[in-house]
């Protein structure tokens, strides 16, 4: 569905809301020798706590979640690592140019770019993102155009939004237009494609970092769930080497600022610590960190291809195709097993990440009638440690309840010769669960995390 949406409501809001913050995210971004400034996201973290002082600061994020890696591995022996799924939706800002002209790219831009965000993150074989690399890991994460908007109709995943301008000249524009076309974080990864001018000119992306949920004296949400996602260059959207049909960056053409901005939504930081190092005079400062043991320390960020550089000349050469560094995109093809478990960490326990997890966007859309059962079922406490609950409104009269785990195997079953509300689930290991409650010929299925 197409939404119009006037730039003159959004610079009244976009000026209320964050116009102290343009000129000091604006001084913040440095470009490359190319002129492309390859990531954002640190000085929009810079700019959010500046606007929500309860947003947690690094120090306190980092504490959090090496508490949670540190749960999981002592849980390890417990737990099978899953699959997980992300479901996506697309947000194509133009000034309604035809559909595949300029800013309002293809379908198939959209899909190429799925495609190469499951090859970077499974680590596909025989595609661009397989590696060797003795610490490289597939991260068991997939991500999937939405199939069902919010309200339970049809969709394909790409939500395009004509607005009064087909560019956006800044950071506040960018980020008032997010909150207004935002789908329920909750539900569904927001991805923005975007084309940046003005004082975000040459931008290729920037993300959002998570929020904690269980730091105490710290607001989960970080004033900031509205905004929550990636914002990237219609320019480097896509992979062209899956989807020929261009405008694309001469350089950065192959998906992975995607793949470098929601390593940021998952907990990963730049691998060289985002310190004080110069890439320009290969000045290196040695002793910020990205909090991974097993990607090498890095002096300063790298641009191009440098394999081989040891920036800080300990024997460990630096991991310049990591996806989280700045390397030319068909240099990168590297997550390790230490990033690996930032994200598990993240989609485990941060908020807007863990309720991704228990989605069912990406399952096809509902009739009426299955729209108005499934309103009518509320399960919860979700994640469930002991019992769950359930609620069964509109005097419908369920004739079953059936869980099976995310295996398919059958966990449980109640052919309602009594009626409870609650089970108990204490028995269960940790993992994703479905309860599926029918009614007549009608069926919906929950999603559930047993902890």
């Known amino acids: 569905?197409?939404?119009?949406?006037?730039?003159?409501?959004?610079?009244?809001?976009?000026?209320a809301a964050t116009s102290m913050s343009a000129q000091e995210f604006k001084t913040a971004l440095k470009a490359s020798p190319k002129g492309a400034i390859r990531c954002a996201?640190?000085?929009?973290?810079?700019?959010?706590?500046?606007?929500?002082?309860?947003?947690?600061?690094?120090a306190e994020?980092?504490?959090?979640?090496?508490?949670?890696?540190?749960?999981?591995?002592?849980?390890?022996?417990?737990?099978?690592?899953?699959?997980i799924t992300i479901p996506v939706v697309?947000?194509?800002?133009?000034?309604?140019?035809?559909?595949?002209?300029?800013?309002?790219?293809?379908?198939?831009?959209?899909?190429?770019?799925?495609?190469?965000?499951?090859?970077?993150f499974r680590m596909?074989?025989?595609?661009?993102?397989?590696?060797?690399?003795?610490?490289?890991?597939?991260?068991?994460?997939?991500?999937?155009?939405?199939?069902?908007?919010?309200?339970?109709?049809?969709?394909?995943?790409?939500?395009?939004?004509?607005?009064?301008?087909?560019?956006?000249?800044?950071?506040?524009?960018?980020?008032?237009?997010?909150?207004?076309?935002?789908?329920?974080?909750?539900?569904?990864?927001?991805?923005?494609?975007?084309?940046?001018?003005?004082?975000?000119?040459?931008?290729?992306?920037?993300a959002q970092f998570p929020s904690t949920s269980g730091l105490s004296g710290i607001n989960a949400n970080g004033g900031a769930a509205n905004t929550d996602g990636v914002a990237i260059s219609y320019m480097s959207f896509g992979n062209q080497s899956i989807c020929p049909t261009g405008p694309y960056d001469a350089t950065y053409n192959q998906g992975r600022t995607s793949t470098h901005e929601i390593g940021h939504c998952m907990g990963l930081r730049h691998i060289w610590g985002d310190g004080s190092g110069d890439y320009q005079t290969h000045t290196a400062d040695c002793?910020?960190?990205?909090?991974?043991?097993?990607?090498?320390?890095?002096?300063?960020?790298?641009?191009?291809?440098?394999?081989?550089?040891?920036?800080?000349?300990?024997?460990?050469?630096?991991?310049?195709?990591?996806?989280?560094?700045?390397?030319?995109?068909?240099c990168m093809n590297i997550f390790t097993a230490g990033q690996k478990a930032r994200m598990v960490a993240v989609m485990n326990n941060s908020v807007r990440r863990k309720e991704l997890k228990t989605s069912l966007a990406c399952s096809p859309p509902m009739s009426v009638v299955q729209q108005a059962f499934e309103a009518s079922i509320s399960i919860f406490p979700n994640p469930a440690t002991t019992e769950?609950?359930?609620?069964?409104?509109?005097?419908?009269?369920?004739?079953?309840?059936?869980?099976?785990?995310?295996?398919?195997?059958?966990?449980y079953r109640n052919d309602m010769a009594n009626t409870p509300t609650q089970l108990s689930v204490s028995n269960l290991s940790s993992g994703?669960?479905?309860?599926?409650?029918t009614s007549g010929k009608n069926s919906v299925t929950k999603k559930f995390i047993k902890e």
């Not at 140019?97 to 495609?115: W, Y």
Request: hydrophobic share 35%.
């Open 287 to 330: 002793t910020a960190t990205d909090y991974v043991a097993d990607t090498p320390t890095a002096g300063y960020l790298h641009y191009g291809c440098e394999i081989g550089d040891d920036s800080c000349f300990d024997d460990y050469a630096d991991m310049v195709e990591n996806y989280m560094d700045y390397s030319d995109d068909a």
């Open 388 to 411: 769950l609950n359930y609620v069964i409104r509109n005097n419908y009269e369920v004739s079953s309840i059936v869980m099976h785990d995310i295996a398919g195997k059958e966990v």
């Open 41 to 58: 996201t640190v000085e929009n973290e810079a700019v959010l706590k500046s606007i929500y002082p309860e947003r947690e600061t690094t």
């Open 1 to 15: 569905m197409k939404k119009i949406i006037s730039l003159s409501f959004l610079f009244l809001l976009s000026f």
């Open 124 to 206: 596909l074989f025989g595609t661009a993102g397989y590696n060797e690399n003795p610490v490289g890991a597939d991260m068991e994460i997939e991500f999937c155009l939405a199939q069902r908007k919010p309200d339970g109709t049809a969709t394909n995943g790409i939500d395009r939004v004509t607005t009064s301008l087909a560019s956006f000249p800044s950071r506040p524009d960018v980020e008032t237009m997010k909150a207004t076309t935002q789908w329920d974080p909750l539900q569904y990864f927001n991805i923005w494609v975007v084309n940046f001018s003005g004082s975000v000119n040459n931008l290729l992306g920037y």
């Open 61 to 83: 994020f980092e504490a959090w979640i090496d508490q949670k890696i540190k749960e999981d591995r002592a849980h390890a022996s417990k737990n099978v690592n899953t699959l």
């Open 90 to 120: 697309v947000h194509i800002l133009s000034n309604g140019d035809a559909i595949g002209t300029n800013e309002n790219l293809s379908d198939a831009r959209v899909l190429s770019q799925i495609q190469s965000l499951n090859q970077d």
């Open 432 to 437: 994703v669960y479905f309860v599926t409650f």
